[in-house]
């Protein structure tokens, strides 16, 4: 089964060579950046690519069309502790989930019902905690290469309340708050 874990796939991204296979990492840079329609210049886009760590919840191709979903058996086994192995050696302070299916199914420790809001609905985080003082806090997107309905206005709060919860934690233990990747 192909890995899907390499950063050579973000590096084929950064480098032009996806294709039609862009949209899902074009529409994840321009939803944290704020740069819905102009997008990015080459070295901001390498910037970006290069601050961010993109992991496959299920590191292997699951399906071969559009709609395909990956078999029971892949969501279990070693892919929670191969997330959770992740999420620690990295030291994440925060997750941003693609995908509803993924979001109901990853595994988490904690979930803070109503965190923030979309519209009128509220949504809750969940926290994956890789030491016994610190963690990560996690939020959900519709999926980017979805072609139902996706837009940024109703995936912008989730990626707004993750830098917010983030620096309210580093403010808390005094350390310095990091910066979003707005650029406007």
Sequence with gaps: M????????????????LGSNAT?????????TGRFDRGLSPAELAAFWNSVVFYNYIPVIAGNKP????????????????????????EAEIILVCGRELWR???????????YRVGARPFEAHEINWSPEWGAVA????????????????????????????NRRRLAKGIDPVATWRLA
């Design 2 to 17: 192909e890995d899907l874990n390499s950063p050579e796939m973000v590096q084929s991204y950064i480098h032009g060579r």
């Design 24 to 32: 899902f990492f074009r529409r994840i840079e321009r939803l944290v």
């Design 67 to 90: 709609g395909d979903r990956p078999p029971e058996h892949l969501w279990e086994g070693r892919t929670p502790h191969l997330f959770f192995g992740l999420v620690k050696r990295r």
């Design 105 to 115: 199914k990853k595994a988490h420790q904690k979930a803070k019902k109503a965190a």
């Design 139 to 166: 939020t959900h997107i519709l999926h980017p290469s979805g072609s139902r309905g996706w837009g940024y206005e109703e995936n912008v709060p989730p990626v707004d309340y993750l830098f917010a919860e983030m």
